[in-house]
T-cell receptor, first 120, second 110 residues
Framework: EAGVAQSPRYKIIEKRQSVAFWCNPI?????LYWYQQILGQGPKLLIQ????????DSQLPKDRFSAERLKGVDSTLKIQPAKLEDSAVYLC??????????????????FGEGSRLTVL | TQLLEQSPQFLSIQEGENLTVYCNSS?????LQWYRQEPGEGPVLLVT?????EVKKLKRLTFQFGDARKDSSLHITAAQPGDTGLYLC??????????FGAGTRLFVKA
């Protein structure tokens, strides 16, 4: 089974430029997440989709970040304009709608390798 | 706001030593996961604990969920250089959100 695919793996841009990251989740996974991981920190949720609808985007800086999952499969995360503090790894994760272990929907996530962004 | 605090933040040990890392919260979680992340890779799930007091073993790794489901520990016996990485705990709240701790960065020297 193919894993979560992300591209590009690395991107270097100057501040105020724009960048887009792409994610293709595991086939059949209804829920897709974008996390931001700054060096030395744990992943922080930016946005969560269920099929093509947004479940949670409360921590997405909407003045510069946008994300879409138009057909409920792959997703794009865009930053425009980028700031220095956006330098981070952007992780995409997916999971089935329901993932039950020991009678509990555990929330386990399947991650891609991430896209590392450096803003100069 | 639910938070997961991990300690220590950084650990450097010799091969063969034992270690324990902790994940604590003031909130109750329905389940808790441990992930390991290697440089340049995404986190990979190690284990999920669900029941208060539960203990799970994965080779030399032992995971425990606190009785009140607010905390967890990961114990590694006889650490090896291949255990080097960032260990993240993550908890699922009553909603659909999975939150992560800041991680414990482990370095095992040969």
């Amino acid at each position: 089974e193919a894993g979560v695919a992300q591209s590009p793996r690395y991107k270097i841009i100057e501040k105020r430029q724009s960048v887009a990251f792409w994610c293709n989740p595991i086939s059949g996974h209804a829920t897709l997440y974008w996390y931001q991981q700054i060096l030395g920190q744990g992943p922080k949720l930016l946005i969560q989709f269920q099929n093509n609808g947004v479940v949670d985007d409360s921590q997405l800086p909407k003045d510069r970040f946008s994300a879409e999952r138009l057909k409920g499969v792959d997703s794009t995360l865009k930053i425009q304009p980028a700031k220095l503090e956006d330098s981070a790894v952007y992780l995409c994760a997916s999971r089935p709608l329901s993932w039950i272990r020991q009678g509990v929907d555990t929330g386990e996530l399947f991650f891609g390798e991430g896209s590392r962004l450096t803003v100069l | 706001t639910q938070l997961l605090e991990q300690s220590p933040q950084f650990l450097s040990i010799q091969e063969g030593e034992n270690l324990t890392v902790y994940c604590n919260s003031s909130s109750v979680f329905s389940s808790l996961q441990w992930y390991r992340q290697e440089p340049g890779e995404g986190p990979v799930l190690l284990v999920t604990v669900v029941t208060g007091g539960e203990v799970k073993k994965l080779k030399r790794l032992t995971f425990q969920f606190g009785d009140a489901r607010k905390d967890s520990s990961l114990h590694i016996t006889a650490a090896q250089p291949g255990d080097t990485g960032l260990y993240l705990c993550a908890g699922r709240s009553g909603g659909f959100k999975t939150i992560f701790g800041a991680g414990t960065r482990l370095f095992v020297k040969a």
